[in-house]
């Protein structure tokens, strides 16, 4: 990973860990999985969480990525 790449992360919040987490639980790609509901999900995501900041982990987040475009041509404020 270059430089500037690490330079843009930052630490992921407890929420978004939560919410990722859940969703991965719940669904394999856009599809899903009936094995385990909205609640055992979260459940699990919160005791994930708990184990990993005991544990010492920091999980880091890049930044958001811009909406897709469709249009061919180039953007005015685009680098």
């Not at 055992?40 to 990993?52: C, K, S, V």
């Not at 930044?63 to 061919?72: E, F, L, V, W």
Request: net charge positive; glycine share 6%.
């Amino acid at each position: 990973m270059s430089d500037d790449k690490k330079a843009a992360l930052r630490q992921a919040t407890t929420a978004e860990i939560r919410d990722t987490l859940s969703f991965a639980l719940r669904f394999d790609g856009r599809k899903r999985v009936h094995h385990a509901d909205e609640a055992m999900a979260h459940i699990t995501a919160e005791r994930l969480i708990a184990h990993l900041e005991r544990s010492g982990f920091v999980l880091m987040k890049r930044p958001g990525r811009g909406a897709p475009t469709t249009s061919g041509h180039r953007h005015p404020n685009s680098d």
